[in-house]
Structure formats: structure tokens, C-alpha cells
């Protein structure tokens, strides 16, 4: 007896669907396109996702768009029993809180094919009451595409601000940002493995800043159909142990008692517990696969000879602090710069032996809801109990870029600043 | 819609549910009844699959792990005909939930993937589907999508403690509108919830009590072989919210329909649909207070003395606005039969 309920595997085999797959890319080709683009690529190049729903909402519209575009112009229809048919659907829904309720049921329908979406900020929140449920559920093949925006409209701001993806840490999801257009496009076809690993069955929200990475072009090289279906088969299951609604006997979302609810919140524990292991040995394969590296936690730049001022930041905008200590570190200051990836889980061990020998750590949050930022305070808790002193900034709210005067600014300040204090700093002037 | 056979009665009552025992429903309640119903209809040898709203109807009988009360047969199915999954998800979308099944299975099975059909079920009751969650409800019904809907309507959030919902009778008791001196009640009239599925494009539409069980089985083979959305209205009498003395359900059900409240409604697109169980003529109509003298929900207004109701002294006025309501409400419906969609 399974304990998950009887399965029919006689009724469902997926080979048919991936063998009708149309390839987008038969060879590695190098392309320039902004990031919504890329995403939309790489969400194209799977067999596993039939279905893409959606809901338009600025920044994040355009990837609905070309995969719209790319199934409408019959990119991929097929003959079935004589009759054309596109092997891939895009959804169009009435909310973004639709959106989410729909890959619900689709997801839990067939447990081994990825159901993708892509929103921004409030409706990112519209969809809240589902997405915190879909962190629990244990549906580890919905991808939402979280195109950073500004969240709450007192004022509305359409540009990448990360408010969105840091209100939304708590539903339970795993979250990656990516800065760049090769690192969405890798890190689309790299994060479903990880979801969809048995010990995790945790549903995947990569990231990226709108407008700055969302519509700005850039090139990147795209690979094969046929490398990433390689990749991502040689991770995923072809069945997943857990029964779908289709081919199996199960029921889901049940209601429990506090004697038992602790039970499952701990096994989601356990499964988010795995996320680090399971994206390291993900990421090994992925560099063995693409000859890139894979998704890791954080970069880290300059901190081999272990620098005693560190800035700790993320997003597009770290490329230009990336310029700005190594001209500083030629002229003798010992800088160091840690970009942050894995948001949630949150890398906080490995973070803390990266970051043990520094002495003061400035953390460049680019969003604002209280104290001293998110960021702060999820870096102040991973060096927690060493003698670090932690400095929170706010820089690039909104969307806004992050100048060269701004960076040279807060590192000015990591020798001025007081244990916990913080301060916006925009254009190299404090606020 | 196929112009298939529909099921005898008799054969109908010896199909095995899908709702099984166990539930925590209370002794009385409609719900139970129709999903006693409801599942036997979907033993029709195709797999069958269940989204919930969260409603009484989903907290008392997928309460894990001791009361699931719902799978065919006793033991798990050996053939995939007479397999069942369920799933709930938020109060408000069981119908888009179900979509996303519908369209997953429907791909698959187009691509060669899937060997054999499904069936979805959608069960919400009306706060879920009509108040909150409207929106998914309507929308469903638009896009067409090949799913059964099931809406349990006892007028009000029964779940949360009886709380006023769009389709509560006006005047009622509920515990967001507890009859005052100065507000004798809800004031508001109910949603046309029957039109607006109509209106929305879906392609049968019931509102049917399994206290007719012919007329219930009709509407549930009907929804079950259609090839849009099919919207059946479940007319559910609520013993803990409505009060009423033990064994009446039933009664409450046919009179909800007989004094024109919740008349029995059946419509199919492009075709003449009926009203059922109710007199088109006012006069020969079963008077509202028959219905209104057993719940205690009314005691503000009707009595229920010697078995025959009384109106409270001074709530005449309150008593002829119902008996108007269920009137006007009865010659929409009749319009609606003749009604649609251009």
C-alpha cells in the first residue's frame, strides 16, 4: 500500500510529449535580447512545460508576451491523428490570484511537467494567498518568475525595486536573483531540478530587477534543446514519488489539528533544509553540462586575503561596486564584495565562514519597508555572536541606478557608521 | 451536451460514491445528501477528480488523517476508472483549480500522453463561489471550460459561524446581521446567481435540491456529459445556522423550491429549460411563511405555533417584502428559462 495513495502509471507516459518537443535551438548560438526575453527562451526550450499562464503586469509582461508570440505563430504545433496541435498553450487568466489557483491545479494534476508563470510586485501580492500556500504544498514543479518591481502604490513605480521578492520570503519558496541576461537564462533552466528534487518538492521563484535587467539587452549565449532537456532529465524523476491528481489516488490540502500541522511544518523544514546541498550538486552538473557555472549562493569577489571592510549587496548595480573596490584595492584598501543569489533559504552558514574575518560589513538593501533593511537583518543574523559590526544602506529604491559616487560614498561610511545604524544614500550625498 | 441515456433512478442509487462515511457534517446538513448524490453520479466508469473551496463541505471531510471521507469504494481503487483525487486549495477558486486540471489532462490526452479521460468537480460553497469568489467562478464559466461546478448554497458563511453572504434571504437572521430594533435583518436582496451563470456562457446551468432526487440525478448525468461548464446550485438547507428541529431538511429543501425562494431550475444552451416544483401562478404558490415558521433564523418575524406559522405582530410589512422577493424571483427564473446567450 502506498502510503501516498495507489498509481496508475499504465495511463500516463510522458514520452510522447517530450518527443514532440520542437526544438527552439539545435547548437549553441550566441543572441542579444533583454531579460524577459531570455527568459522567455529558456521557459520555450522545455518539454516539460506545456502550459504557461499569465496574467500582464509591468515589468514582467514581456515574457508572456514572446511566449505568446513564439506558440501563436505555431512554433510548436504538431500532427496528431491527423490534426495540427501545439504542443505548448499559454493561459490567459483574469487575476494574478487566477494565475496562481491555476498552476495549483495544473501542477498538481501531473507532478513531473513544469508549469511556469511570470508577475511583478502587487501581483506578485494578488497572488499571495496562494503562493503561501503552494510553498507548503510540496509542488515543486510551478516556477513563478518574479521580475522585481516596487511593491505598494503610495507611490506606484514600475522599476526594479526588490520589494516584492523580500515581502514574499515568507511564502516558502526558493528565490534566486539573477543580475545579467546569461544568468536568467541559466539559472530558468537550472532551478526546476532543484525544485523538483524529491527531498525537495519546493516551488522555485527566480528573480531579476525590472527594467535594468528586464528590458535592457544584452548577449548571452543560448544552448541546445536537446543539452538542456539532457540536463534536466538526468536530475528530474520521470515519476515522481508523490501522486499526481491525474495518475494518482490522492487527496490534497486537507485540513489538520495543531497535533498534527507541527508535523508537516517540520517536514517542509526538512525538505527547505535540503535546498543547499541539492543546488550545489545541481550546479556541479550544470558546469559539467554548459561549461558555466552554476547557481551558487553568493558571489564573493576579492575576499581571499579575508578583507576586514566588506560590502554586501545584490542585483545589477553590484557590477559597478565590483568597479568601484577594484580601483580601490589598487590603491591599497582592502575591500572585499559578497552579491547575494540564494535568498531564500538564505545561505546564512556559508555566508558567516565567508564573512568571519571581516571586521565591518555594509549591506546595501535596495528596498525599504523598516529598521534597517532585509538584507541587514538576514546578514546581521548569519555573523551573529562575532565581533562584526553590520551597517545597513539603502541605495537604488525604486529601480534607481547606483552610482559610482554612491558605492565610494558607503564605503566611506563603513568607517564612520555606529553599530546599527543606517542610511539612504543616493548620488554620493546622504540622504 | 451527448443525447446519452440518462441513468434509471434505481440504477443511479446503486452507484458507489465517491463520498465515503466518516465526515464531520452535522447530523441534518444538505451537503452530505448531495455528495452522497454527486458521487454516485461520477461512477460512470471515468477517473474522477475533485477541487474544493474551503467550505463545511471541505473542513469536515478532508480533515487529515482521521476523517478523509472521500475515495470510491473501501479500499484504494484497483482500476483507474474508479480512481478519485481531491484536492482543496483557498476558499475562493475551486473552479480555476479545476481548469488547471482540465487543461493539463486534455493536453496530454491530445499529445498521446494520457490514455484515458478524466472528469473535474468543482465544490464550493456560496461564499466561496459567490461572494469571494465570484470572479473565479465567472470566469471559468466564460472561457468554457469542461468542468462540472457544484455550489452549495445555505446563504451564508456557514464555515466561519453563519455570516451574511450575497445570497441570504432577505430579512434573515445571520450573525453579521442579527435582527435589531432598529435593522430587522439582512436588507439586502440576493444575487441573481442562476443568471449571472447563464449570462457568462455556461452551458447548463441547474439549481436543484437532492430533496428531488430525480430532478438532482437529471441535472447531475446532464453536467457530467457536457462539453463546457456545467453550474449546479445546490439549495442547502443548514441545520446549526438556519435552526430548525431535527428531520426537516428535506421538507425545508422542497419548500425553499415550492414557495419560489430557491425554485428547481434546469438549462441547457440553445434549448427551452424548466422550472420545476414551484406554481408559475402566484396564487396557487406555497405561501414563504411555511418555509419561514421553522427556522428560528425568522423568529423575528414568523412563529411556528401548533405547526402553523404566525407573523409577529408588527413585521407584517417585513414578512410581504419575502413573499415579493420569492414572487419577482420566481418570474426571473421563468424569463431565464427562455433566455440565451445571442
Redesign the interface.
Known sequence: MNPYGSIFPEVLDLEPLRKKHIPLYRRQERIQMDGNGAAAIASLQFWRAPIYAGFPITPSTKWLEMISTYINAGRFVVEENGRKVSAKRVKLLEAEHAVADYLVGAAAACRELIFMTATSSVGLDHMTETTRSLGASGLGNVVLINVYRATANYPLCIEGDPSDAFAHRDDGWIQVVCRGKQQIYDTLIQLPVVGMDPRVLIPTMPGYYGIKDSHRSEPFFVEPDSKIHEFQDSLIPWRCPLPGLIVGETAMGNCVTSAHFQGFKWEQKKRMDQVLSVLTASSKKFEEVFGRPGIVPFEAYFMEDRPPRVLVAMGPDAGTAYEVIRRRRKEGERLGLVVVRLLTPFPSSLLREALKSAGVIGVVNNAFHSERGHLTALVSEAVSGLPIQTTGFFAGLGGADISVRSWEKMIDLLSVLKPGESRFVHEGEVL | MSEKRLAPFMEMAQKESCFRPGSTLCVDCMESIAFQNVGRATDNGI?T?Y??GTFCG??ST????TV?A??RGDQ???Q?EK?????????E?AS??????????D??L???????P?QVVANSGDGGALVIGL??LL?TIHRRSRVTVVVLINEFFANTGFQYAVTATPYSETSTTPPGDFIPGNLEEPMNHVGLALMAGAEFVAQVSPAFPKDFTEACERALSCSETAVIFVPSPCIAGWKFKEGRTIELAKLASETGLFPTFLKEKGKAGSLRHVSLDSKQRTPILRFLAPQRRFHHLVHEKNGEPAVVKGREKEVALIQDWANRNVQTLQRLTAWDVA
Open positions: 477517473k477528480i477541487t474544493m471541505e473542513v478532508l480533515l487529515w488523517p478523509v472521500w475515495g484504494e481503487a484497483t483507474f480512481s478519485f483525487s481531491i484536492i482543496h486549495n483557498v476558499f477558486s480555476t483549480v479545476a481548469e488547471g486540471i482540465r487543461d493539463t489532462a493536453i496530454l491530445e499529445l498521446g500522453a494520457l490514455k484515458k478524466i470572479r473565479s470566469h
